[in-house]
Nanobody, 127 residues
């Protein structure tokens, strides 16, 4: 069982930055594939970024590529999402997700891939 808790959300002006954290419980954190997803009001949940269990492979949605950076610290059982150049369209609830073991590249952005989900943290970007 893996429990995930997000933090770091808040209100920021367009062009600003935020860093989200996802703290995980469980001894298998270092062997889990991790991802960030987001859901805006009235929209479906969508993929943002993912990182392999070794941290040597990262994946991004086109809409955030070049602005967001995903990383992980297995020693602290924590994953991060550094968000820069934020836009009003980045406003959403951000969720972290985990899948034990490796994930084929083609499946890293798929919601059903992930077994465990956090409760989410709100990010609001004002114009």
């Amino acid at each position: 069982q893996v429990q995930l808790v997000e933090s770091g959300g808040g209100l920021v002006q367009a062009g600003g930055s935020l860093r989200l954290s996802c703290a995980a419980s469980g001894r298998t954190f270092s062997t889990t594939t991790l991802g960030w997803f987001r859901q805006a009001p009235g929209k479906e949940r969508e993929f943002v970024a993912a990182i392999s269990w070794r941290g040597n492979s990262t994946y991004y949605a086109n809409s955030v590529k070049g602005r967001f950076t995903i990383s992980r610290d297995n020693g602290k059982n924590t994953m991060y999402l550094q968000m820069s150049s934020l836009k009003p369209e980045d406003t959403a609830i951000y969720y972290c997700a985990a899948k034990r073991g490796g994930v084929p590249t083609s499946q890293t952005s798929a919601i059903p891939t992930y077994d465990y989900w956090g409760q989410g943290t709100q990010v609001t970007v004002s114009s």
